[in-house]
């Protein structure tokens, strides 16, 4: 399976280690991730505006430099840009012909844009995984932690139920995890506030790392960056927080984790 692939700012610098984990994990299960030459920040924030063009220029350069084909990210946040991205492009002439023009580029919103959790229910197939995994996380009660970016709006991202979403929960259980079901696994973590109005932040976070230890998690997982930062340093340290590529990585045998109780 080949995929193109965008890694995005963070997973290039300040969370390496989840890029690390994706990527020895993928090439276990024959999947081809090819980088993007050259590529740029996709913007991080998708735009609440319909006139700011120029903030759709970042990640609709990204969507035509992948030239039509299947288009992963690691990364919820980027994922949601680019998704977006798209389709505004498809629905919108008027934007499409400004946007393409400005860049230069022939592109009117072909090609998938996935997150590498659909890749692996939807192409690979969490049974298909589960034969793969050869240091099962048996023991193990996880809590899976969603947030906003993945899910909503739905209608856009058509990434799974908005309110009851079961694609972690699916690979935890690949991967021989017991899951601990949460009451907040698709509140928002607090995203930006954790820099504005950290108090605010800190309140929300706390609520959702608290809430999954009472529900007798020893652990969550998340599948974005600025979650993971939030729960696990502004709403910690009740809980260890990982990125679902790590414990990926570590049920197939291809990297080391580190451990479950840390200080």
């Known amino acids: 399976m080949h995929y193109r692939y965008f890694p995005g700012c963070t997973l290039k610098t300040q969370a390496k280690e989840m890029e690390d984990t994706a990527l020895a994990a993928a090439s276990a ?58 389709e505004v492009i498809k629905r919108n002439p008027d934007t499409r012909e400004k946007v393409t023009d400005f860049l230069e580029v022939d592109y009117a919103g072909e090609g998938r844009v996935l997150h590498f959790l659909e890749v692996l229910r939807d192409d690979l197939g969490f049974d298909r995984l589960k034969e793969q995994v050869s240091h099962p996380l048996a023991g193990r009660k996880i809590a899976a932690y969603y947030g906003c970016l993945l899910l909503r709006p739905a209608k856009e991202m ?24 949460t009451a907040y ?21 706390e609520k959702i790392v608290h809430s999954a230890r009472r529900a007798g998690a020893e652990a969550l997982i998340t599948a974005c960056p600025l979650c993971r930062y939030n729960l696990e340093n502004i709403g910690g340290p009740a809980l260890p927080v990982y990125y679902f590529s790590e414990l990926l990585a570590e049920a197939l045998g291809v990297a ?3 451990e479950v109780a840390r200080g």
């Open 29 to 86: 299960l024959g999947i081809e991730l090819q980088e993007l030459p050259e590529w740029q920040c996709c913007g991080a924030v998708f735009p609440l505006s319909d006139d700011e063009l120029i903030t759709l220029l970042s990640p609709v350069r990204t969507l035509a430099a992948a030239g039509g084909e299947p288009l992963v990210s690691l990364c919820a946040a980027c994922h949601h840009v680019l998704k977006r991205a798209q």
């Open 158 to 181: 058509q990434f799974d139920d908005p309110e009851n979403p079961t694609i972690m929960e699916d690979l935890l259980r690949s991967l021989g995890a017991e899951v601990v079901s």
């Open 185 to 205: 696994r698709t509140e928002c973590c607090g995203a930006y506030l954790s820099v504005t109005e950290e108090k605010v932040a800190t309140a929300t976070a």
């Open 256 to 258: 080391a984790l580190k």
